[in-house]
């Protein structure tokens, strides 16, 4: 039997082999090889793809209260759905990794400096990771806080876009939190993105170049997931739902960051992308609505 290659084959077709090539997929293919995972990432089991049922990080809740009311928050539906979690410790004993928190603003808690102690004492060989709107954060605060990552959400590139995303005039205070965290070396400072096409596409390489310029070690690019209860708001805001659940489109945007600052995107889902060939990274479409976030692991009283 005769063997072909398949660009011989493809020519027998009728077809010339470099329509069936995609210089692009190619391109993409190589960017997700060199990506490297998120260091809030780090330990999760998300990034174990023969775990089917992953959890997040254990995490710290103080408050489910937010001074802002971002139009994509699950934290929001939560609360208006009754299912956020009351203050405490998510997790198990001799965890790897806490976040605080998951839901809420954590620096609107008078408790944050307290539970940031207790977190320290109680897990000492814990990485202990802030996540926070930035928008609270001042000098003499961060003095007193203790933490290995700090996660600081932005969206914008405007005080306008900010504005209209998050519905509150802080632009410059989280502009501000990023330049306190970006220029204290002891903490690994992430600026958290999520990517919304049609609302924020030309606002991310703005945001990277802004967050590298003020020091911020690295950009953490998320996918949007859409909650039903936030359809509405996202749909008046601009967003292009089709190219929104596209992978391409994040990778893309994330190539556009990648020219000023080290970006990573969700390890979870890195972790599926990294074992995909370049024409399936290229047309692969993840689903990105949920209807209600829920917390998986127990409560846990803390002594
Ligand atoms: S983005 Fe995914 S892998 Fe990273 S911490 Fe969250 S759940 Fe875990």
New binding site residues.
């Given amino acids: 039997m005769m063997r072909y290659s398949w660009e011989e084959f493809a020519r027998m077709m009728g077809v010339e082999p470099q329509v069936l090539e995609n210089k692009e997929a190619r391109l993409l293919k190589k960017f997700v090889d060199d990506l490297t995972y998120?260091s809030?990432?780090k330990f999760?089991q998300?990034?174990d793809l023969s775990n089917l049922n992953p959890v997040?990080?254990p995490s710290y809740e103080l408050t489910p209260a937010c001074n802002h009311d971002c139009i994509f928050c699950y934290s929001n539906v939560a609360v208006k759905l009754g299912n956020a979690p009351r203050p405490g410790y998510y997790g198990w004993d001799n965890p790897k990794a806490i976040t605080v928190s998951q839901y809420g603003e954590p620096l609107l808690s008078p408790r944050i400096v307290e539970v940031n102690k207790l977190l320290r004492e109680r897990f000492p060989d814990a990485r202990l990771d802030l996540q926070t709107n930035g928008s609270l954060l001042t000098e003499k605060l961060w003095r007193k806080l203790d933490f290995d990552i700090v996660m600081i959400s932005l969206d914008a590139a405007s005080r306008e876009k900010h504005l209209a995303i998050t519905r509150a005039d802080t632009f410059d205070r989280v502009v501000n939190a990023l330049k306190i965290v970006g220029s204290d070396k002891s903490v690994r400072s992430v600026v958290r993105t999520i990517f919304m096409p049609g609302i924020n596409d030309e606002d991310i390489p703005k945001i990277a170049e802004l967050a590298a310029s003020l020091g911020v070690d690295e950009m953490m690019l998320q996918p949007l997931t859409i909650h039903e209860l936030n359809v509405e708001r996202l749909r008046k805001a601009g967003l292009d739902f089709d190219r929104a659940e596209s992978i391409k489109e994040l990778l893309k945007a994330a190539m556009e960051a990648k020219k000023y600052i080290d970006v990573r995107i969700?390890?979870?889902l890195l972790a599926q992308l990294k074992r995909m060939d370049a024409l399936t990274l290229f047309g692969v479409r993840r689903v990105a609505r949920e209807v209600a976030p829920l917390v998986k692991r127990e409560r846990m009283e803390l002594k």
Wanted: charged residues 0%.
């Fill in positions: 998120p809030h990432c999760c998300g990034l997040h990080h969700s390890g979870c």
